[in-house]
């Protein structure tokens, strides 16, 4: 997958928890991510169906459904946030 399903991703996590606040909870975020970022949504799930299409049957790959993707997003982020990014 050579370059990030996300592009400018950091940017858009610090953006999105500044305008909602550092508390939203992770169903917030995914919530709020779909709305504000919707081409980056359709993105993650072209290239996981891409992925999907690739994989040779009774294999996988290493990325995660969408949703799955996003909530890892998000525990990433709060981490980084929890450190004092």
Same mark, same amino acid.
């Not at 790959?61 to 997003?73: A, Q, R, S």
């Given at each position: 997958?050579?370059?990030?399903? $996300?592009?400018?991703? @950091? *940017? #858009?996590?610090? /953006?999105?928890?500044?305008?909602?606040?550092?508390?939203?909870?992770?169903?917030?975020?995914?919530?709020?991510?779909?709305?504000?970022?919707?081409?980056?949504?359709?993105?993650?799930?072209? $290239?996981?169906?891409? @992925? *999907? #299409?690739?994989? /040779?049957?009774?294999?996988?790959?290493?990325?995660?459904?969408?949703?799955?993707?996003?909530?890892?997003?998000?525990?990433?982020?709060?981490?980084?946030?929890?450190?004092?990014?």
């Amino acid at each position: 997958m050579g370059q990030s399903v $996300v592009v400018k991703k @950091e *940017e #858009k996590l610090s /953006k999105l928890f500044e305008t909602y606040g550092h508390g939203i909870t992770e169903d917030e975020f995914i919530e709020l991510f779909k709305k504000d970022y919707l081409k980056d949504w359709d993105r993650i799930n072209k $290239v996981f169906l891409d @992925e *999907e #299409k690739k994989t /040779k049957p009774g294999k996988s790959h290493p990325m995660p459904e969408p949703t799955k993707y996003l909530e890892n997003m998000y525990k990433v982020y709060v981490k980084k946030l929890g450190k004092g990014l």
